[in-house]
């Protein structure tokens, strides 16, 4: 049973930097994909970026080039998203899915929302 | 940079059929394949339709995808609608440009 368990929610102020974990359950994890996709309030979904959960690869979206890093950890079979340079645009729920076998998010975790103020 | 376009509300009675579009920028839309995810409010996205017109399992088959070359646009219908059909409804493909994944701004289904 694939299950993946986001941290919780964050407060940040602005121009800090957060790191928000989803954790993934399963013998899966280095033979996948994983995304990040995020979701500002009653706005769009929005990729983020994805790393090659086997090799560490990682491919960003130019829209958040410089700020975002994905990085994991084999053996806690945990992915990881750092934005920084937080501002107030950036509160959202962000969520980390699988890229499936069939090339689409076929998992997704249950989201955490990242709320930026002062 | 790839865009897909969908109209910003849909509204249609149960029982009824629904089409929702998503209309791509520019090249060809069938260049890469289409998922359609489904978001009821305050909920993880499930998939509906993937690689175009597929369905995972679970997914009952009153839903059902398709592309039109001539338009550039993929469609998501959904035949005999429920009121719990009722979500917001989002498509997404590949940008070959850049190799991001793009999805579309969104559909919301009212079903009254």
């Known amino acids: 049973q694939v299950q993946l368990v986001q941290s919780g929610a964050e407060v940040k102020e602005p121009g800090a930097s957060v790191k928000v974990s989803c954790k993934a359950s399963g013998d899966f994890f280095t033979s996948y994909a994983m995304h990040w996709v995020r979701q500002a309030p009653g706005q769009r979904l929005e990729w983020m970026g994805w790393i090659n959960a086997g090799n560490g690869n990682t491919k960003y979206s130019q829209r958040f080039q410089g700020r975002v890093t994905i990085t994991r950890d084999t053996s806690a079979s945990t992915v990881y998203m750092e934005l920084s340079s937080l501002r107030s645009e950036d509160t959202a729920v962000y969520y980390c899915?699988?890229?499936?076998?069939?090339?689409?998010?076929?998992?997704w975790g249950q989201g955490t929302l990242v709320t930026v103020s002062s | 940079n790839f865009m897909l376009t969908q109209p910003h509300s849909v509204s249609e009675s149960p029982g009824r059929t629904v089409t929702i579009s998503c209309t791509g920028s520019?090249?060809?839309?069938?260049?890469?394949?289409v998922q359609w995810y489904q978001q009821r409010p305050g909920s993880v996205p499930i998939t509906v339709i993937y690689e175009d017109n597929q369905r995972p399992s679970g997914v009952p088959d009153r839903f059902s995808g398709s592309i039109d070359r001539s338009s550039n646009s993929a469609s998501l219908t959904i035949s005999g609608l429920k009121t719990e059909d009722e979500a917001a409804y989002y498509c997404q493909s590949y940008d070959s440009s850049n190799h991001e994944r793009v999805f579309g701004g969104g559909t919301k289904l009212t079903v009254l």
């Open positions: 520019s090249g060809s839309i069938a260049s890469n394949y």
């Open positions: 899915a699988r890229f499936g076998p069939h090339y689409y998010f076929d998992y």
